[in-house]
């Protein structure tokens, strides 16, 4: 996958030259799933803007990382929408992304309750 170059906008040519997905899989994505939308220009040609890479980023992810299926991808995005930008996907037991935020969860746990343990000093207040 090639790294985007901070670009306002990409064709559909580019984008499936990045993200290693075939244009007319990047068509069939727009048609299932309502959240991506990407700009057209007056020619007609779509336009890709950054957040919509990141969007087409996780659709893949969940499709081909997480094997979801387009429906079960599709009610994962609608959760994460729900959740006001939170991170909440529910990711499939026993994948590689769930081994790390169980790691990332347990590190963070170790490091709060270190800090609890911190005396409070005079700039605490």
């Known amino acids: 996958m090639k790294e985007a170059s901070g670009r306002l906008y990409y064709s559909i040519g580019e984008v499936s030259e990045m993200l290693g997905i075939k244009s007319h899989t990047l068509h069939y994505w727009e048609s299932a799933f309502p959240s991506l939308k990407p700009h057209k220009n ?54 590689q992304s769930t081994e790390l935020l169980d790691e990332i969860c347990t590190e963070l746990e170790t490091i709060i309750r270190d800090i609890s343990h911190q005396p409070h000093t005079e700039l605490d207040g």
């Open 42 to 95: 007056q020619a007609g040609n779509r336009c890709y803007r950054p957040h919509d890479l990141d969007l087409l980023k996780l659709i893949d992810k969940l499709l081909n990382g997480e094997g979801y299926s387009i429906e079960g991808a599709r009610k994962q995005l609608e959760q994460l929408k729900k959740k006001e930008g939170q991170l909440s996907l529910d990711l499939k037991a026993g994948s």
